[in-house]
């Protein structure tokens, strides 16, 4: 009896040791269909991630070469003005020319104008002066 019962209890443990290995077997399978899958999306996110960084390296190069045009258009901007200020285009000549022009005119106006009445009132004192003799 005592041997039958070692006997019966080394048949369970011997059971449950197949069921443990049979579960750590199963376990391992399922482990590693979990850490398979957990692996598989870790390397989608990196993916995911380094195509991020490309597009967003891809807009800051984008936006720096804007900013660069645009720098270069406000100081070729500058440029032109600087060239114009040291040689005006003709058109620009002309004009302030003619502005010179309508300038000196009304200066010479008011001159002349000046010059008159100073030669009209000299010429009305002789008179008046000729009456006195």
Avoid: W
Wanted: overall charge negative; hydrophobic content about 25%.
């Amino acid at each position: 009896e005592e041997e039958r019962e070692k006997e019966e209890e080394r048949e369970k443990e011997e059971k449950e040791r197949e069921k443990k290995e049979k579960g750590e077997k199963e376990g391992e399978g399922r482990g590693s269909k979990e850490s398979g899958l957990d692996a598989l999306v870790a390397l989608l996110l990196e993916e995911e991630r380094e195509e991020r960084e490309v597009e967003e390296n891809e807009e800051k190069e984008v936006r720096e070469n804007e900013e660069e045009k645009e720098v270069e258009r406000k100081g070729k901007g500058k440029e032109d003005e600087a060239t114009n200020a040291l040689n005006p285009p003709e058109h620009l000549l002309r004009s302030s020319a003619e502005i010179a022009m309508e300038i000196a005119a009304e200066f010479m106006e008011e001159i002349l104008t000046q010059a008159l009445r100073t030669i009209e009132a000299r010429e009305e004192e002789e008179e008046e002066n000729e009456r006195f003799r």
